[in-house]
C-alpha cells in the first residue's frame, strides 16, 4: 500500500495550493481519506475528511472555510485545496486512509498514510 501526496510548496500568505494524493496496492473506494497535518509547534492535526461516497466531508476548526477535500475514486486520489493560506497552516501535510471517519475525528492513528509533503507559507 502507498500513498503519494503531491502539490505542496512555498506560497506567500493569501496564497493558494492543491494537494494530491494517489494511493495505490489496493483499492480504497470503499475507504475514508483525510489530511493531517504536523505544524512547527502542534502535535499532529487533524485537518479534514471525505466519506467514501465522498458526500459527506469534515473539516478541523482551523480550516474551515478556507480548505476543501475531495476525492476522485476511479483515480484512487484524495484532494486539497487550500486558500487563503496563513504562515499558521506552514507544516507537512499527510494523506492518510481509514475504514472509519472517525478514525480521523477522534484523533486515532489511521491504518495507511504518505510520507507527507511540505507546505510553508511566508508572511
Known amino acids: 500500500v502507498e500513498l503519494e501526496e503531491s502539490g505542496g510548496g512555498l506560497v506567500q500568505a493569501g496564497g493558494s495550493l492543491r494537494l494530491s494524493c494517489a494511493a495505490s496496492g489496493r483499492a480504497f473506494s470503499s475507504s475514508s481519506m483525510a489530511w493531517l497535518r504536523q505544524t512547527p509547534d502542534k502535535e499532529r492535526e487533524f485537518v479534514a475528511a471525505?466519506?467514501?461516497?465522498?458526500?459527506?466531508?469534515f473539516y478541523g476548526d482551523p480550516v474551515k472555510g478556507r480548505f476543501t477535500i475531495s476525492r476522485d475514486n476511479a483515480k484512487d486520489t484524495v484532494y486539497l485545496q487550500m486558500s487563503s493560506l496563513k504562515p499558521e497552516d506552514t507544516g507537512v501535510y499527510y494523506c492518510?486512509?481509514?475504514?472509519?471517519?472517525?478514525?480521523?475525528?477522534?484523533?486515532?492513528?489511521?491504518?495507511?498514510w504518505g510520507q507527507g509533503t511540505q507546505v510553508t507559507v511566508s508572511s
Open positions: 492518510a486512509v481509514d475504514d472509519s471517519v472517525a478514525t480521523f475525528l477522534h484523533g486515532d492513528a489511521p491504518d495507511y
Open positions: 471525505v466519506s467514501w461516497t465522498g458526500s459527506s466531508t
